[in-house]
């Protein structure tokens, strides 16, 4: 089965992803990224949502829903804003809810 | 702890064994299971982290690129450029199953590339081109991340599942079973001594009244 792949991010972040065959969705307005992300998850065309780490945050509730599925598979990437450690601090809360504390990062 | 809510009986307590047994199995089968997961999950999350660490460096390579090709190009220009792309990424998506996790596999494919850049290159500065190429070479391993992260997503979550169960098992349901098991076995053995003591007394008085014997000579 050959899905697609989503990024989501404002025009600035993400404008280069369209040149390597990925649909962008730009969102520039940050509140509206919860209700954009709900309609490209549900529309289950899309293996792999990325989204700009200020988004990724800002839709943590609608992202829950999804979870638990294979797919889609939601991943944060760094803005043209700068790296937040968001996607770092995503890993180090795996470690933490696997293993009890987080051995990996060491803090 | 506290004692199941059971009637002492010897049937009871024969199916409360049958289901320690089982607990016991269980609880065997799951702390393997989690020790598993865990030993799969710690290797799968520090590729994660180098993956992700090398992701991040190339995007943000990519970003000060389109920050340059901005600089020289005008916007307009810049984004027709990039808007014209035909080609489109898509992903294979497959799946695996590790110890019950179903975690996502996923392989690029691409159509319609013949590895040419998307937009002419009459009116676009070279340093776009290196964002573009740099972007295409991100892009496997973007793709790899994905994968690796969502895996490590599920299993975090399946991991968290199976311990909070062989705890429950190990702290909660095997010592209740085995209290109540105690609790109904010296029941029973209180019940037996007490209907002893009585038959001894009985037939102390039957005797005493047939015979005016005592057998205690008291």
Do not use: W
Request: proline share 3%; aromatic share 6%; glycine share 6%.
């Amino acid at each position: 089965m050959v899905k697609n792949i989503a990024v989501i991010g404002d025009s600035e972040s993400i404008k280069g992803f369209g040149a390597v065959g990925i649909d962008m969705f730009i969102c520039d307005e940050p509140l509206e990224s919860g209700n954009l992300f709900k309609r490209i998850a549900e529309t289950d065309d899309y293996a792999i949502i990325y989204m700009t780490e200020e988004l990724f945050e800002l839709s943590a509730k609608e992202r829950h829903k999804f979870a638990d599925n294979a797919i889609p598979a939601v991943i944060p990437i760094p803005s043209a804003q700068g790296n937040r450690g968001i996607g770092r601090k995503r890993l180090s809360k795996f470690v933490e809810q696997a293993v009890g504390s987080d051995i990996l990062f060491g803090n | 702890m506290a004692v199941m809510n059971v009637n002492p009986t010897r049937m009871q307590m024969t199916k409360l064994k049958k289901q320690l047994q089982i607990a016991r199995r269980g609880h065997k089968m799951l702390k393997d299971k989690r020790d598993e997961l865990m030993r799969q999950f710690i290797e799968l999350v520090k590729e994660n982290k180098k993956l992700r660490e090398k992701v991040e460096a190339q995007l943000e390579e990519c970003n000060n690129h389109f920050i340059n090709a901005s600089a020289v190009m005008n916007k307009k220009a810049l984004d027709s450029s990039l808007m014209s792309s035909k080609h489109q990424t898509g992903v294979e998506v497959d799946g695996k199953n590790i110890m019950s996790v179903d975690v996502p596999l996923f392989s690029q494919v691409q159509e319609d590339n013949d590895g040419g850049s998307p937009y002419g290159f009459a009116f676009t500065s070279f340093e776009l081109d290196d964002a573009v190429t740099e972007l295409n070479k991100v892009l496997p391993d973007l793709i790899k991340l994905a994968e690796t992260e969502k895996s490590c997503e599920l299993m975090a979550a399946e991991i968290e599942r199976t311990r909070r169960r062989v705890n429950s098992l190990e702290h909660v349901m095997i010592p209740r079973y085995e209290e109540t098991i105690k609790y109904i076995a010296m029941k029973l053995e209180e019940n037996d001594r007490s209907s002893r003591t009585r038959l001894m007394k009985v037939k102390d008085m039957l005797l005493e009244k047939a015979h005016g014997y005592s057998m205690h000579n008291s």
